[in-house]
């Protein structure tokens, strides 16, 4: 039982360079989320999911897509990457009627 | 989810209890108040929830005043790996992918 995988770990790109991060679960939840960090700052939501097939959006969605297509993956996808989305990506899950959220360990992006 | 408020940064010795703050006070009747800790660079980790009633768990207990508009995360015996950035959240049941997470307290335990 992995829990939430976030991939990759750590990520450089260039501006304008597109990418998208990974991120499964395999403890069947329904909810998942996108947060970012950015240094010594706490969590702002991105995107999130209530289940496949749905999305919506969090408090700063302008520059990222997602899509949920299945139950345990939720790729969060970079546009055209900018220097004000260097910052440290984590993901989450959840189940219904259980606000406990499980996080990945992070993907670390640094955009040049 | 309500708003809360906590401290910026607190101290504790090690092996004291750690009693961290955290105001709530436009908390609405069905909102729990949850605590999740964020070791450095790490994803941020649940701790413990409750409602109303005082909850205790393997790794702390859960404060409420009765009132509700406020609560105390306490550590027993801190220990250096506790040090932490600790986030107190508000919200109801449902939807927790939702959940918005404020600054939080930095937990600093020293020897």
């Known amino acids: 039982n992995a829990g939430v995988t976030q991939t990759p770990k750590f990520q450089v790109l260039k501006t304008g360079q597109s990418m998208t991060l990974q991120c499964a679960q395999d403890m069947n939840h329904e909810y998942m989320s996108w947060y970012r960090q950015d240094p010594g700052m706490g969590l702002r939501l991105i995107h999130y999911?209530?289940?496949?097939?749905?999305?919506d959006q969090g408090e700063v969605p302008n520059g990222y897509n997602v899509s949920r297509s299945t139950t345990e993956d939720f790729p969060l996808r970079l546009l055209s990457a900018a220097p004000s989305q260097t910052s440290v990506y984590f993901c989450a899950s959840s189940r219904t009627g259980i606000n406990i959220q499980y996080f990945g360990a992070g993907t670390r992006l640094s955009v040049l | 989810d309500a708003k809360t408020t906590q401290p910026t940064s607190m101290d504790c010795a090690e092996g004291r209890a750690a009693n961290l703050p955290c105001n709530h006070s436009?908390?609405?009747?069905?909102?729990?108040v949850y605590w999740y800790r964020q070791i450095h660079s790490q994803g941020p980790q649940y701790i413990i929830h409750g409602l109303k009633n005082n909850e205790t768990n393997e790794m702390a207990s859960l404060i409420i005043t009765e009132d509700r508009k406020s609560s105390t995360l306490i550590l027993p015996h801190a220990t250096l790996r506790d040090t932490a950035v600790y986030y107190c959240i508000v919200r109801v049941n449902t939807n927790a992918g939702k959940s918005t997470f404020g600054d939080g307290t930095t937990l600093t335990v020293k020897p």
């Open positions: 436009t908390i609405s009747g069905n909102e729990y």
């Open positions: 999911s209530v289940g496949a097939g749905i999305t």
